[in-house]
Structure formats: structure tokens, C-alpha cells
């Protein structure tokens, strides 16, 4: 964890990267699906949003964008999320797990790991909001 | 112009650089007087006189008698000898301790420590600003309270408690009053006369002094305990090989500081308020925590409304300006600070906390380049932020 360190010491470069120039924040105007998430240990907040597109009979994330409210590693792990999600189908994009979102920010400080938990569930949440609302149409 | 990688330090709550005076000071006192005070031959009689001299120059800086001094190597230390010291050699008068809600770790954590010794702990809160009630204070002390301490300027806001007051109170009372003078000593005049104070602590390393060197001032006639045992150094309150080279460079700061002092608070008043003036004109949503008289002169705290400190902090940082926050994320409990909370504020708004602390080399272009670069630095993280 120390090798890359930035000037900040805790965070390896690439978070700081994703933290400075965070990619895919914002909202989404009538999202198919929204993962509101609050970090129980340190209190903070993620939501993300998500636009399914359809490939043949395959459903992928055609767009995704976060708020988050928390420190770096919250935002860096949120911003890492919404790019290794874009574009994957809903089954790939499920794989990603917080262990995964950890390892492409080059790793993170023990005491932050509980924020890449945040974002990993974020999306699980958005993606269940997804299919809730896809069964209450069905069942119109 | 600001150079790049140029490096703005406004931190000094948390530590000041070494005066260059200072650091001449301790190396010169390294290299001439590395003897043992306790032996008898010069060497050691010769680092006994710096030490004596050194104690000297501490004291008068608070009006203080120089055997009323104890040197220590932290303020921590110094809190601990205080808040232990006074109910182990109390004990028999009363088990009750009297202490603010927003009182330094080392405080709260040694009142703690002796709550699961038996001693009852009253902790008392505090308003808005950070400042502890008076007719509260006095409707706490019991017949068997023993010791009242309370935080002089908070390290966190910046608040100054009426001290003087608060030593009125339990002169009249009979009780001890200790405060941690940490962040006031040697920046705000102390009479621990007319200040009616039995304990104090100072500490050199917040006051452009070295780290190590700190001292507790003990009144005569204060009954206290030691809780370091052994060759009986400093009156037998303190034992350990004293540190005569950072004693020195402690007493140098205190020199100086004594010196500059009226001159050098109006300086920083004027920066301070310029800063918060500045802040609070140009970001929408900030609020200025604490006092904003009672406060000390190189102190601000702000709080934002939807943004994190670590994030500002490591934004700051990565422009090269130090700051601090007390903030949940940057602890190492991932807990909002207790003294964000005594003020009132919720969870989340402790999140938006930002210290800013000034000192003896801030410049008003610093502040200048500070002010222009914050609004956009919480402006991005706003909107990052579900809430907005
Ligand atoms: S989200 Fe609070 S510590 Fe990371």
C-alpha cells in the first residue's frame, strides 16, 4: 500500500485520480433503477443511478451515474465503480464486488475499506430497484 | 504571484514549525549541556542550572512561581499527571471529577480511566459556541468533588473559556481547577494568580517550541501524586532523565512568545477575521463554529453543508495547503469529533467541519491564495453530493 503513495501518504495514486477527476457524477433523468446506500460505520451516503439498455435479449447498464456524499475513498470508490459497470450486462456487472473495486484503485488504507463496500452495494441496490419496477410493470 | 509546489501550512493547532531561534537554542544546549541533572560533578551541574533558569523563564511567562513548575515531555502527559495525580491524593476528600464535554482525548480518556477506577466523572456540556455554563458549573460541584478541569481554548474551535471565572468559582469551593492550556499558552495572557488556577498545562511544542518539552504548573500547596515513579526528578512529581536541551528550546519559546505576543494576536486577529469574513462572504451554506470573539487569535473552524473534511483536506492538500477537519471519515474511530457534537451539530454536519489554524509565519497573501481557491474546492464536492 505504500508504494504509490501520493502527496497525501494514505491513498495510492490512482484513487486520488479517481478522487480529483471523478467520472460519471451526476444524476439521471428517469432512471430505471436507483441504489440509495448509507455507510453505517462512518454515516456517509451514495446513490446511484442506473439507465438499462438492451442488447438482443441481454440487458447492460447503458449509463451510470453516482452522488456521493463522503470522503475520498467513498468518492474514489464510487467513481471506479461507474467505470468498471458501464457498458457490462447486469450479470457481469453484478460480479464486481467491493474486493474488485478495491483492487483497481491499487489498493486502499484497512481503515477505508468500508467505503468500497458502499459502492458495491450501491449498485446491487440499484440493479434490485431495476427489477422491482420491471415486475410492477409486468404485473399492470 | 504563488509559485507552484509552494506549501501552505495552516495547521499550527496541530503542531508550529520550530522557531529558528529555538532550534538554535536546543542544539546548542544538545551539544554544551548533555549532562545528567542529577549528578554532582559540572556537567551535570551545569545542565541543572539551564534547567533552573529554563523553569524561570516558563513560569513567568503565566506569573507563576518557578517551583510551581513540573517539566513533562507532552501535554498529554501533563493532563494525565493532573487529572490522576490530583484524585489518587484526593481520593479521601471526595471521588467526584468535574470536566467539559469538549475537553482534549488525553482529558477525556484519563476521566474515563479513573470512572472504571471508582471516581464519579460530571461532564459538563456546553452551548452553542462551545462555552461551558457558569451556574452550571457550580450547581455540579458537590461536597466531594475534588477537581474541576476544564479546556482553556479548545484545539478544535478555538473557544476561550472565562477561566478566571471558573477559578473564582472553585477557589470559593474549595475545589481544585486544572486547565489545559495547550493551545492558549504563550498566544493569550495567563495570570495563574489572578486567573485563580491550581493546575495547568502547557505544552512547547504548539508555541514554536521542539516536540517532548511540556510542563504542568502545580500551585503550592496543590496535593497531588505522581504516576511515574522513580529517581524522583522534578519534586518527585516526575521522574525520568529531564530533557534540559528541549527545556531550553521550551523556555527560548517561551521568550519569544512572551515578547510578541500582544503584537503578534492583533496580527492574526486581522488575519482571522478577514479569513472567516472572506469565507462566509464568498461560499454559500458555511458557518463559522465557535465563538467568534471568545476565540483564540489563530483559530478558525468552519462547517459546510453537504461536503466531507477528508475530502477537502486531501483537495487542499493536493494544492499544498494543510488543514485539518473533525470530520468522522479522517478519525481513526471513524467518529465524528465529541466536540463538534457537545456544540450541537448533527452527525452529518460534523462531516463538513474544516480548521484552519494560523501562526507566527501566515501571510495575508497565504489567506488570499486560501480564499481564492476554496469556493471552487467545495463547489466540486457539492456537486458530487446527493444533497445540494
Ligand atoms: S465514507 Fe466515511 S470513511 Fe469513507
Known amino acids: 500500500m505504500t508504494k504509490n503513495a501520493s502527496t497525501t501518504g494514505l491513498y495510492t495514486k490512482k484513487a486520488i485520480k479517481c478522487f480529483t477527476n471523478p467520472k460519471n457524477y451526476g444524476r439521471i433523468k428517469n432512471p430505471d433503477g436507483i441504489g440509495k446506500v448509507g455507510n453505517p460505520v462512518c454515516g456517509d451516503v451514495m446513490w446511484l443511478y442506473l439507465k438499462i439498455g438492451k442488447k438482443g435479449r441481454k440487458e447492460y447498464i447503458e449509463d451510470v451515474k453516482f452522488e456521493t456524499f463522503g470522503c475520498v475513498a467513498a468518492i474514489a470508490t464510487s467513481s471506479i465503480l461507474t467505470d468498471l459497470v458501464k457498458g457490462k450486462t447486469l450479470q457481469a456487472a453484478l460480479k464486481i464486488d467491493n474486493q474488485k473495486i478495491v483492487k483497481s484503485l491499487g489498493g486502499l488504507p484497512p481503515i477505508k475499506l468500508h467505503c468500497s463496500v458502499l459502492a458495491a452495494n450501491a449498485l446491487k441496490k440499484a440493479v434490485e430497484d431495476y427489477q422491482k419496477q420491471k415486475e410492477k410493470k409486468k404485473s399492470k | 504571484m504563488i509559485k507552484r509546489g509552494t506549501k501552505y501550512y495552516f495547521d499550527y493547532a496541530a503542531a508550529t514549525p520550530v522557531d529558528p531561534r529555538v532550534i538554535q537554542a536546543v542544539s546548542f544546549h544538545n551539544k554544551n ?121 479548545s484545539n478544535e474551535i478555538g473557544t476561550i473559556q472565562p477561566i478566571r471565572a471558573i477559578g473564582k468559582i472553585c477557589r ?133 453543508d453537504h461536503v466531507e473534511g477528508e475530502s477537502m483536506v486531501v483537495q487542499l492538500d493536493l494544492l499544498g495547503i494543510a488543514a485539518s477537519t473533525g470530520s468522522a471519515c479522517s478519525s481513526a474511530k471513524l467518529e465524528p469529533s465529541h466536540v463538534l457534537l457537545a456544540l450541537g451539530l448533527k452527525h452529518e454536519q460534523a462531516h463538513g467541519s474544516l480548521r484552519i489554524s494560523l501562526g507566527r509565519w501566515t501571510k495575508k497573501s497565504e489567506i488570499d491564495y486560501l480564499l481564492k481557491v476554496l469556493p471552487g474546492i467545495i463547489n466540486k464536492l457539492r456537486e458530487i453530493s446527493p444533497y445540494k
Request: aromatic letters at 6%; one cysteine or more; proline letters at 4%.
Open chain 2, 33 to 153: 549541556y548533555f549532562g545528567n541533572t542529577m549528578s554532582l560533578h559540572q556537567f551535570g551541574q551545569s545542565a541543572k542550572n539551564i534547567l533552573e533558569t529554563s523553569r524561570a523563564i516558563v513560569a513567568g511567562l503565566i506569573k507563576a512561581n518557578p517551583e510551581e513548575i513540573i517539566f513533562t515531555s507532552s501535554a498529554t502527559e501533563s493532563n494525565n499527571l493532573a487529572l490522576k495525580g490530583v484524585a489518587e491524593a484526593n481520593h479521601k476528600k471526595g471521588k467526584h471529577i468535574i470536566i467539559s464535554q469538549i475537553e482534549h482525548p488525553c482529558v477525556m480518556e484519563s476521566a474515563e480511566w479513573l470512572e472504571s477506577q471508582g471516581f464519579e466523572i460530571t461532564r459538563l456540556p456546553v452551548d452553542k459556541y462551545g462555552l461551558v455554563s457558569l451556574a452550571a458549573l457550580k450547581g455540579a460541584i458537590k461536597s466531594d468533588t475534588v477537581l474541576v478541569s476544564i479546556i482553556h481554548a
Open chain 2, 172 to 304: 470559593a469551593k474549595g475545589v481544585y481547577f486544572h486547565t489545559d492550556a495547550a493551545q492558549s499558552f504563550g498566544k493569550v495572557p495567563i495570570n495563574v494568580v489572578k486567573d485563580n488556577i491550581d493546575l495547568l498545562t502547557a505544552s512547547a511544542h504548539k508555541m514554536y517550541g521542539p516536540k517532548g518539552a511540556a510542563c504542568l504548573y502545580v500551585r503550592k500547596g496543590v496535593k497531588i501524586e505522581p504516576i511515574l515513579h522513580g529517581g524522583g526528578q522534578e519534586k518527585g512529581l516526575r521522574s525520568s532523565t529531564v530533557n534540559v536541551p528541549a527545556i531550553a528550546g521550551f523556555a527560548k519559546a517561551c521568550e519569544i512568545c512572551g515578547r510578541e505576543m500582544s503584537h503578534e494576536s492583533v496580527r492574526l486577529i486581522k488575519l482571522r477575521n478577514g479569513l472567516i469574513q472572506g469565507v462566509l462572504k464568498r461560499i454559500p451554506n458555511a458557518y463559522l463554529l465557535g465563538h467568534t470573539r471568545k476565540r483564540l487569535p489563530n483559530n478558525i473552524n468552519f462547517r459546510f
